[in-house]
């Protein structure tokens, strides 16, 4: 290493050139033509109608509910009326009661069933005959 101490050159500046004074004006600021009135309005109908929106589609959900409870009684109720009339014709078709009106209409048993077969072209007395 050596002891001479380096040599500092002295920086050389450009000339500084001196800045023109621009005179500076004041602009007026053009106004929005918004109101607060009218940003007001802009936010409060869309709330209202929200609100309206929400009260028509809960009016809407109860008128159908309601229905649909007056649909349910109404199957149960003819839900009823089928099990009733279900009843009465297993009733009504028993062989005991079809026995029973028919000898109050004057019917009597046939003596002896015979059965007509259209492939031997005969009368038989016995099913198993066919």
């Known amino acids: 290493m050596s002891t001479a101490t380096a040599r500092v050159r002295p920086q050389q500046h450009a000339p500084k050139a001196t800045p023109e004074l621009v005179q500076l004006r004041v602009i007026e600021t053009v106004k929005a033509g918004t109101s607060p009135a009218k940003l007001l309005l802009i936010l409060v109908i869309p709330v209202i109608l929200i609100v309206l929106a929400n009260l028509y589609i809960n009016t809407q959900m109860a008128q159908t509910a309601y229905e649909l409870r007056e649909k349910q009684v109404e199957l149960i109720r003819l839900t009823e009326k089928n099990e009733a009339l279900e009843q009465q014709l297993q009733v009504v078709s028993s062989p005991a009661t079809l026995e029973e009106n028919a000898k109050r209409l004057g019917m009597v048993p046939a ?20």
């Open 111 to 130: 003596p002896d069933a015979l059965f007509i077969s259209i492939k031997k072209n005969s009368i038989q007395k016995n099913l198993s005959d066919f």
